[in-house]
């Protein structure tokens, strides 16, 4: 009997069939992105994920599964904004050291944080989709992260940004299996009102009141 596919293949396979669909649908999607982080990440993380909205205009516009190297993309790669990957490097090597990770495990700490998007399908600006796209995203969106998540063993995530916070949340009171899921909202970083004190204070504060502890191995 043939091999079977993983669960993560699955899914990654799942997500391109999608985007197939939705870039036929609407120009605006341009192609898909799953993982910033490495493969292993998905089921080897150290129990903390961080999420954004959508995949924007990053230099490579490839559609691709997860970083290759085995390394965090938010650390090495080029991307075209000036202020989001800085300050999102900046946000989680702080968290990390909020969190007790010390100098030497900073690097390999990033590279065990399981990173993706709420939505896996890329373009400019999401509120600038029309009405009609965006809910048939935020469907999918949900179906996947109820299939995903009890895969990758995460015990929190960082959110960036209202929209992605609230798609997990609904996914969270959806399922008992995620009721000790603990979700700790930032403001996105390359948004005017980003303060990066104020939003490390918010998630650890949120973070030691789940008496949420990283795992690094």
């Not at 896996?120 to 048939?136: D, M």
Request: proline share 4%.
């Amino acid at each position: 009997m043939p091999n079977q596919p993983s669960t993560f293949d699955a899914i990654c396979a799942t997500i391109a069939d999608a985007a197939k669909t939705v870039k036929g649908r609407d120009p605006a999607i341009t192609g898909y992105r799953f993982l910033y982080s490495a493969r292993e990440t998905f089921t080897k993380n150290n129990g903390l994920m961080l999420a954004g909205l959508n995949p924007g205009n990053e230099a490579d516009l490839s559609d691709r599964n997860y970083a290759s190297d085995g390394r965090n993309a938010y650390r090495t790669e080029a991307w075209t904004g000036k202020r989001f990957q800085p300050e999102m490097v900046r946000f989680m090597t702080e968290l990390f050291g909020e969190l007790d990770v010390t100098q030497q495990d900073l690097e390999k700490c990033f590279d065990q944080t399981l990173t993706s998007n709420w939505i896996p399908f890329r373009a400019g600006r999401f509120s600038k989709l029309c009405p009609e796209t965006q809910a048939e995203l935020r469907r999918f969106a949900t179906q996947l992260w109820t299939w995903a998540l009890p895969e990758t063993g995460v015990r929190a995530i960082i959110c960036c940004g209202q929209e992605c916070y609230d798609g997990f949340a609904a996914v969270r009171r959806s399922d008992d299996r995620f009721s000790d899921l603990t979700l700790a909202q930032i403001t996105h970083a390359s948004s005017a009102s980003w303060d990066l004190e104020s939003n490390l204070r918010r998630a650890i504060g949120i973070l030691e009141n789940a008496a949420f502890t990283l795992s690094v191995h």
